[in-house]
T-cell receptor, first 112, second 114 residues
Framework: QKEVEQNSGPLSVPEGAIASLNCTYS??????FFWYRQYSGKSPELIMF????GDKEDGRFTAQLNKASQYVSLLIRDSQPSDSATYLC????????????FGAGTRLAVHP | DGGITQSPKYLFRKEGQNVTLSCEQN?????MYWYRQDPGQGLRLIYY???????QKGDIAEGYSVSREKKESFPLTVTSAQKNPTAFYLC?????????????FGQGTRLTVV
């Protein structure tokens, strides 16, 4: 069973629209959740992190966490062509060893 | 400037050779990670280390080895037992002091078997 699941996409949205990226995880004890953006051929860069249930906003980005449903999402408002990238969901699983597990990523394409 | 440095950026390996990828960080992070990424795929965990002289196998450790003799360094050796080593290798570090601190990545090493 995969520990972190994402829809691989591609998710295609028009410029200016809201892009919604979703992620589910299997370890109910996980406490820390991260969204990374990765451009082709580059290393991942952190977009958002969230630890508590609810929403967390940072500029055009909003992370949403629902621990009861084991679900975390990322909303990108006013999507721009420069947002076109692969978005990776990561979960730091419980157990004391700081094991950080990534989903396969969702490819987002924002078209003008 | 603090950061994570991976070297080399590109590496070519002949069949049957062992090669070592370097990862150095000056962020004073305790935890370090090695991931492998294949084209169009996500990151798969090879090894991780929470503290000096301790490391744990990830999901795809076969054919790889690591050491953690210094806090700053976490080299990865790709052995000849790894039959399909061509991939993009990423090293990351984080501090486990808090429950949810984020991981920062190096620029990656692209390994190709020739």
């Amino acid at each position: 069973q995969k520990e972190v699941e994402q829809n691989s996409g591609p998710l295609s949205v028009p410029e200016g629209a809201i892009a919604s990226l979703n992620c589910t995880y299997s370890d109910r004890g996980s406490q820390s959740f991260f969204w990374y953006r990765q451009y082709s051929g580059k290393s991942p860069e952190l977009i958002m992190f969230i630890y508590s249930n609810g929403d967390k906003e940072d500029g055009r980005f909003t992370a949403q966490l629902n621990k009861a449903s084991q679900y975390v999402s990322l909303l990108i408002r006013d999507s721009q062509p420069s947002d076109s990238a692969t978005y990776l969901c990561a979960v730091k699983v419980s157990g004391g060893y700081n094991k950080l597990i990534f989903g396969a990523g969702t490819r987002l394409a924002v078209h003008p | 400037d603090g950061g994570i440095t991976q070297s080399p950026k590109y590496l070519f390996r002949k069949e049957g050779q062992n090669v070592t990828l370097s990862c150095e960080q000056n962020l004073n992070h305790d935890a370090m990670y090695w991931y492998r990424q294949d084209p169009g795929q996500g990151l798969r965990l090879i090894y991780y280390s929470q503290i000096v002289n301790d490391f744990q196998k990830g999901d795809i450790a076969e054919g790889y080895s690591v050491s953690r003799e210094k806090k700053e360094s976490f080299p990865l050796t790709v052995t000849s037992a790894q039959k399909n080593p061509t991939a993009f290798y990423l090293c990351a570090s984080s501090t486990p002091d808090r429950g949810g601190s984020e991981a920062f990545f190096g620029q990656g090493t692209r390994l190709t078997v020739v």
